[in-house]
T-cell receptor, first 112, second 116 residues
Framework: SQKIEQNSEALNIQEGKTATLTCNYT??????LQWYRQDPGRGPVFLLL?????KEKRKERLKVTFDTTLKQSLFHITASQPADSATYLC???????????FGAGTRLAVHP | DAGVIQSPRHEVTEMGQEVTLRCKPI?????LFWYRQTMMRGLELLIY????????DSGMPEDRFSAKMPNASFSTLKIQPSEPRDSAVYFC??????????????FGEGSRLTVL
C-alpha cells in the first residue's frame, strides 16, 4: 500500500541550529513533492515544491532535497528561530496532479 | 484576495443533527478540495472538484457525507446524520490550474466540528 512517513516524535532543537526533517514514501512515483507548514489552529501553508528532476531546492533559510532512489525528501531549516516552531507536512501527488496526499507531519520546537 | 474562506470556524452539535460546512475558494482557482484532519489519521482528502465538477470522492467516508459545488465561488460539505466520530477539523483548499502556483494548495483556516 502507499505510505508517506514522517517522524511522529517532535523534534526539539536549540535556536541557531539546523533542523532536519525527513519524509519517506513507498509505492509512489511522484513527479513533485511539496512541503507545508501548519501552526496550531490554522490551515497548512505552502512552503516549497521540488520536482523529481531537481535534487535540491532553496528558499531563504529553507532547503529541500529529493532522492527518488531512496524515496526520501529532507527538509532543512538553517539558523532556526523560535518562530520556526510549527508542524511541517510533506505531500505527494497520487494518481495525477489532483490528489495531494499528506504525511502525518513532524512537530518542530525551536528553543531559545 | 482574502484567501479561502470557511464557515463556521467552530460548530458543536449533537449526534444525529445535520451539519453543513461552507467554503469560498480564491477567485479564479479551478480546483477545490475538502480535507479532514484528526490526530489519529492526519489530513485525509475527502473529495475534490475541478471546474465545479466532482472528480474523485473516493475519500468520502460514507453516504452520510455529501459535497456540492453549485458555482465557482461556493462549495458545501454536508454530514447527515452526524456522529461523534465525525469530530475533526475540516479544511477546504483551492488551487489554480495554471501559472506559477500550479500544484500549490491554498488552505482555509478550517472548521472545527464537535459532535456530542
Amino acid at each position: 500500500s502507499q505510505k508517506i512517513e514522517q517522524n511522529s516524535e517532535a523534534l526539539n532543537i536549540q535556536e541557531g541550529k539546523t533542523a532536519t526533517l525527513t519524509c519517506n514514501y513507498t509505492n509512489y512515483s511522484p513527479a513533485y513533492l511539496q512541503w507545508y507548514r501548519q501552526d496550531p489552529g490554522r490551515g497548512p501553508v505552502f512552503l516549497l515544491l521540488i520536482r523529481e528532476n531537481e535534487k535540491e531546492k532553496r528558499k531563504e533559510r529553507l532547503k529541500v532535497t529529493f532522492d527518488t532512489t531512496l524515496k526520501q525528501s529532507l527538509f532543512h531549516i538553517t539558523a532556526s528561530q523560535p518562530a520556526d516552531s510549527a508542524t511541517y507536512l510533506c505531500a505527494l501527488f497520487s494518481g495525477g496532479y489532483n490528489k495531494l496526499i499528506f504525511g502525518a507531519g513532524t512537530r518542530l520546537a525551536v528553543h531559545p | 484576495d482574502a484567501g479561502v474562506i470557511q464557515s463556521p470556524r467552530h460548530e458543536v452539535t449533537e449526534m444525529g443533527q445535520e451539519v453543513t460546512l461552507r467554503c469560498k475558494p480564491i477567485s479564479g482557482h479551478n480546483s477545490l478540495f475538502w480535507y479532514r484532519q484528526t490526530m489519529m489519521r492526519g489530513l485525509e482528502l475527502l473529495i475534490y472538484f475541478n471546474n465545479n465538477v466532482p472528480i474523485d470522492d473516493s475519500g468520502m467516508p460514507e453516504d452520510r457525507f455529501s459535497a456540492k459545488m453549485p458555482n465557482a465561488s461556493f462549495s458545501t460539505l454536508k454530514i447527515q446524520p452526524s456522529e461523534p466520530r465525525d469530530s475533526a477539523v475540516y479544511f477546504c483548499a483551492s488551487r489554480p490550474d495554471r501559472g506559477s502556483s500550479v500544484g500549490e494548495l491554498f488552505f482555509g483556516e478550517g472548521s472545527r466540528l464537535t459532535v456530542l
